[in-house]
């Protein structure tokens, strides 16, 4: 059973749901006119995570284990899944080849939903080692994807961005785990997010 950990203050959470929707609503005008060069390419990596629903929830698990887990995973889970996620998206732009990338996005949100959900303590170091092996084939995903003629760096920091709205969102939604009722809210998420990687799964073998 997860102790409560002291989070922050109780604004926290609603300003990463105010951040991330005023973030999200934000690049919306800037498709409309297909901006060039580097704006086009952050808008179209920002987008690219939140577009996949593959993505999203794996993304959103990260934050909400951050949640359950509490300080200093809060912190640096979100860190880390972006930051090895660079290095995945940097071998996808290069074409390195990462066989099962589909698969390994729909296996990261069974397992993350499954961590959730189990609502037990585990070692940091375990979870960013899952964590940051899930990324590798999100960011792959995003490497390989990218349009032609589009920004690399653009889109490269325009996905990172994206990701980190993606968790901060998770994170708010974990919030309630600081109670004994919302802890068990938080779980049933989890499972949620591992059924629809199940579902996902289905669909990329």
């Known amino acids: 059973m997860l102790v409560p950990r002291p ?3 109780s604004a926290a959470p609603l300003a990463a749901i105010a951040v991330g929707l005023v973030a999200l609503a934000l690049p919306l005008p800037a498709m409309a006119h297909e901006a060039a060069g580097s704006a086009s390419g952050f808008v179209t990596g920002f ?3 939140i577009l996949g629903w593959d993505h999203v929830v794996a993304m959103v698990a990260v934050g909400l284990l951050g949640a359950l887990l509490g300080p200093p995973a809060i912190y640096l889970l979100p860190i880390v899944f972006p930051l090895v996620m660079a ?3 940097a071998a996808g732009v290069a074409g390195v080849p990462l066989p099962g990338v589909e698969i390994g996005i729909a296996i990261s949100a069974i397992v993350l939903g ?3 959900a189990a609502g037990r303590q585990i070692p940091l170091a375990i979870a960013a080692v899952v964590v940051g092996a899930f990324a590798i084939f999100h960011g792959h995903a995003h490497g390989t ?3 032609a003629a589009t920004d690399a760096l653009g889109y490269a920091i325009g996905f990172v961005v994206g990701t980190g709205l993606l968790h ?3 994170i ?3 919030w309630p785990a ?3 009722a919302g802890r068990t809210l938080v779980r049933a998420l989890g499972g949620a997010i591992a059924v629809a990687g199940v579902a996902f799964l289905a669909g990329a073998a």
């Open 145 to 147: 994807e990218l349009p």
């Open 87 to 89: 290095f995945g998206g």
């Open 168 to 170: 901060l969102i998770g």
């Open 7 to 9: 989070m922050g203050p």
């Open 47 to 49: 987008l690219h995570p």
């Open 114 to 116: 499954l961590m959730v």
């Open 172 to 174: 708010a939604l974990g």
């Open 178 to 180: 600081r109670w004994s």
